[in-house]
């Protein structure tokens, strides 16, 4: 009846495959899962504090085996509702949530430039302690411009192949580890510490392209 009840319904190493598009606010809570979009999409709407997808689980997978590609996980925010109902389109969570990112596209508009919005991809809560969840980028497309696309908050980040792309903020916006080894990215690669210096944060570029700048 529903993405979600399918996804609870289903055992470890499980593939839930897409069958037509929903509209949904759906969390993966089951190691080893993977979701096929199978060139559907996941629209989480405008849903205040939920994301189209959340991730807790360790070894889940996100694909899509269409042959266009044209699997996609979307919020439908906009400049106007941001900072209000905007949120995170993926929430990734959890001292064991672990998710592999290899076909999909995830989009959304939140954000006004430098003002205000939600971040496209989270990794990690720095509220949280002892919970450092990893994001591995296979392939697919990450877009938002005008706020930050992939905000690695408490977490590890690897790119390996894909696309990400903020035109007017942070392709990816690094306090704890981030690690690109290619894809590319359209936008600026940051890497924050608190002033405090009680965190810190590595930030490492091996290979791939950057399109933009490399700030700290």
């Keep these: 009846k529903s993405l979600q009840a399918a996804i609870d319904k289903a055992t470890e190493k499980a593939t839930v495959i897409l069958l037509a598009d929903t509209r949904e606010n759906v969390t993966i809570s089951t190691n080893r899962l993977t979701l096929d979009l199978n060139g559907h999409t996941l629209n989480g709407g405008q849903v205040k504090a939920k994301p189209a997808l959340t991730v807790t689980a360790r070894n889940v997978i996100v694909k899509d085996s269409s042959a266009a590609k044209t699997g996609t996980i979307m919020r439908e925010d906009t400049a106007e509702n941001s900072g209000d109902s905007s949120y995170y389109v993926i929430d990734?969570?959890?001292?064991?949530?672990?998710?592999?990112?290899?076909?999909?596209?995830?989009?959304?508009?939140?954000?006004?430039?430098?003002?205000?919005?939600?971040?496209?991809v989270r990794l990690g809560d720095d509220s949280v302690a002892g919970a450092y969840p990893t994001l591995t980028i296979y392939g697919g497309t990450f877009t938002q411009n005008n706020f930050v696309a992939i905000k690695v908050d408490r977490g590890t980040l690897h790119f390996v192949g894909g696309v990400i792309t903020s035109a007017n903020s942070y392709a990816v916006e690094n306090w704890n580890n981030a690690y690109i080894k290619g894809g590319t990215v359209n936008g600026t690669v940051s890497s924050w510490v608190y002033s405090t210096g009680a965190a810190f944060s590595k930030l490492e570029i091996s290979g791939g392209t950057v399109n933009g700048n490399v700030a700290s």
């Design 92 to 120: 990734i969570q959890g001292k064991n949530g672990f998710l592999k990112f290899t076909g999909g596209n995830v989009k959304n508009d939140s954000g006004i430039v430098g003002v205000k919005g939600a971040s496209l």
